[in-house]
T-cell receptor
Framework: EDQVTQSPEALRLQEGESSSLNCSYT??????LFWYRQDPGKGPEFLFT???AGEEKEKERLKATLTKKESFLHITAPKPEDSATYLC????????????FGQGTTLQVKP | NAGVTQTPKFRILKIGQSMTLQCTQD?????MYWYRQDPGMGLKLIYY???????DKGEVPNGYNVSRSTTEDFPLRLELAAPSQTSVYFC????????????FGEGSWLTVV
C-alpha cells in the first residue's frame, strides 16, 4: 500500500537555527514528490516538486531534496515567518492525479 | 482571480442531518478534488472528478456523495451526518494531474454534535 510518513510531528527552532524535515515514502511508480506549506486556517500552498532521486529545489531559506526512499526539506537560518505546517505528498502511477499526503510537520520558529 | 472558493467556512450539524459543501473554481480546471484533514492525520481524498459528469471515489468516500454538472462546481453532500465526519474539508482543483498545479480552497470547518 502506498504510504507517506513525515517526521517529526512538531519542531521548535530558535530563529537562525537550521534543521531538516523528513518525508519517507513507499509509493509504486513515483511520478512526483511535492512539498506544501499550510498556515493556520488556510489551505495548503504549493512549494516544490521533485521528480527523480538526486534532484534539489531551492526557494529562499528552503531547500528540498529527494532520494529513492525519502525527501528532506532543509530550512536554513529560519525566521518566525517560516512557522507553519509543512506537508509532503506523493503522486503515484495512474492518471487520476491522486496525491498521498503525509501527516505534516508543524514548525514553530521563535524569535 | 478568486481561485477555489468554498462555502460555508464553518458549520455545526446535528447527528443525522444532511448538508452540502459548495466548491467553485474560476480557473477552468478539469480536475477537482475533495479532501478531509483531521488533526495529525494529513489530507485524505474523499472524491475526485476528472471533468464534468465524471466522478470517482477516493480513499474515504463512505458517508459522502458528489456531483459534477459543470466544470466550475463540485459540491460535496454529507448524508446522515455522524461525529466521525467532524473535520476540515478542502476542495481543490488542478489543470493537470500533477501536484504542482493543484490549488486548494481555504477550507470548511464542520462539527457534528
Amino acid at each position: 500500500e502506498d504510504q507517506v510518513t513525515q517526521s517529526p510531528e512538531a519542531l521548535r527552532l530558535q530563529e537562525g537555527e537550521s534543521s531538516s524535515l523528513n518525508c519517507s515514502y513507499t509509493v509504486s511508480g513515483l511520478r512526483g514528490l511535492f512539498w506544501y506549506r499550510q498556515d493556520p486556517g488556510k489551505g495548503p500552498e504549493f512549494l516544490f516538486t521533485l521528480y527523480s532521486a538526486g534532484e534539489e529545489k531551492e526557494k529562499e531559506r528552503l531547500k528540498a531534496t529527494l532520494t529513492k526512499k525519502e525527501s528532506f526539506l532543509h530550512i536554513t537560518a529560519p525566521k518566525p515567518e517560516d512557522s507553519a505546517t509543512y506537508l509532503c505528498a506523493a503522486l503515484g502511477s495512474g492518471n487520476t492525479g491522486k496525491l498521498i499526503f503525509g501527516q505534516g510537520t508543524t514548525l514553530q520558529v521563535k524569535p | 482571480n478568486a481561485g477555489v472558493t468554498q462555502t460555508p467556512k464553518f458549520r455545526i450539524l446535528k447527528i443525522g442531518q444532511s448538508m452540502t459543501l459548495q466548491c467553485t473554481q474560476d480557473m477552468n480546471h478539469n480536475y477537482m478534488y475533495w479532501y478531509r484533514q483531521d488533526p495529525g492525520m494529513g489530507l485524505k481524498l474523499i472524491y475526485y472528478s476528472v471533468g464534468a459528469g465524471i466522478t470517482d471515489k477516493g480513499e474515504v468516500p463512505n458517508g459522502y456523495n458528489v456531483s459534477r454538472s459543470t466544470t466550475e462546481d463540485f459540491p460535496l453532500r454529507l448524508e446522515l451526518a455522524a461525529p466521525s465526519q467532524t473535520s476540515v474539508y478542502f476542495c481543490a482543483s488542478s489543470y493537470l494531474t500533477g501536484g504542482n498545479t493543484i490549488y486548494f480552497g481555504e477550507g470548511s470547518w464542520l462539527t457534528v454534535v
